[in-house]
């Protein structure tokens, strides 16, 4: 389809373009936008790409639209394809090694952004980020909250290594560091214990059992470990209750991402067990509690 402009494309895809499964923002409209600025040699999220103008393509921009195309079409991951992924208004490099930052957990950090901000003393905001992936929650907190300070860590090398790259890019080095090792163990000395007002973690919450029944352009693209939420997807949840009381400070929160379905008995639970006094759920726009809140 040489020289075609974005909106006969747009008609003659129809909905093969359809929003990826769980990336709402992913429009056939701002899919092809972000492609053709692609094409054009202008990495671009689909949300960056709806607000760019977007350049006139010669031949063998054409060309290169066609095959980027053809490879969407084919379940490639938009964001592996442009490497980009807006979160929080902020745009984010993404690699395969790491998850794609989601919409839904805008949700998250959007609730531990207030709690940080609110830390009286600019010095004494400082977040743990747990299962840090692309570095999404960590570098959104220290880029956002003025002073904020955020230790993150990953058991995947190379989701640290995204990480650490968009530390870099998005100019918050001198207040993130990011580790690689399980849960808490970075961190866990002494000088750490009972230091930090917010214990954040986007945890992998998918039961072992449902992971191969996830959509192919998820598990077929996305690391596993970033969903594998062992038996009942509760492996790495219950070690995260387990542990961040040790690291929180006195009137501290633990902030984490549920998944849907999950919220509900979890705060039953939570509430029944006693470790946290304090427990709440963040309801998202369709009622669903996708994130908890707890204090100890
Ligand atoms: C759902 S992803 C969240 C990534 C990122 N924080 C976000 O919000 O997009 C879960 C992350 O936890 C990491 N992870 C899984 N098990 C872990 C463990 N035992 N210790 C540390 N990180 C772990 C995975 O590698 C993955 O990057």
């Known amino acids: 389809m040489p020289r075609a402009s974005l909106d006969e494309r ?25 492609l053709w600025l692609l094409a054009a040699g202008t990495p671009a999220s689909a949300a960056l790409a709806l607000e760019t103008e977007l350049p006139d393509l010669d031949d063998d921009g054409h060309a290169r639209l066609d095959g980027l195309v053809a490879s969407r079409l084919a379940g490639t991951p938009l964001a592996h394809l442009t490497g980009r992924q807006r979160f929080m208004g902020l745009e984010f490099a993404v690699e395969p090694g790491a998850l794609i930052p989601r919409a839904e957990t805008e949700l998250l950090a959007n609730a ?57 890019r998005l100019g918050v080095a001198d207040r993130v560091s990011v580790f690689v090792g399980d849960l808490f163990a970075p961190f866990d000395t002494a000088e750490h214990h009972g230091r930090y007002p917010l214990v954040l ?35 790495v949840l219950r070690r995260l209750l387990r542990d961040a009381p040790r690291f929180l400070a006195p009137g501290g929160r633990l902030m984490f991402e549920v998944g849907a379905g ?21 309801k998202d726009e369709r009622g669903v509690v996708r994130a908890i809140i707890a204090g100890c």
């Open 112 to 168: 531990a952004l207030s709690f940080l901000k609110a830390v009286p003393a600019a010095d004494a905001r400082r977040c743990l980020d747990i299962g840090t992936g692309s570095g999404n929650l960590a570098v959104t907190m220290a880029a956002l909250c003025p002073g904020a300070r955020v230790l993150a860590s990953d058991v995947s090398e190379d989701a640290t290594r995204v990480a650490r790259l968009n530390v870099e």
């Open 262 to 282: 999950q919220g509900e008995g979890l705060l039953r639970n939570m509430a029944a067990g006693g470790t946290y006094p304090l427990v709440e759920g963040l």
């Open 201 to 235: 973690c986007n945890p992998p919450y998918v039961s072992s059992a449902n992971v191969s029944q996830m959509p192919a352009e998820i598990s077929g693209h996305e690391p596993a470990a970033a969903f594998d939420g062992g038996f009942g997807g509760m492996g």
């Open 10 to 34: 747009l008609a003659a895809l129809g909905a093969q373009l359809a929003p990826a499964p769980d990336k709402p923002e992913e429009t056939p409209a701002s899919t092809l936008r972000a």
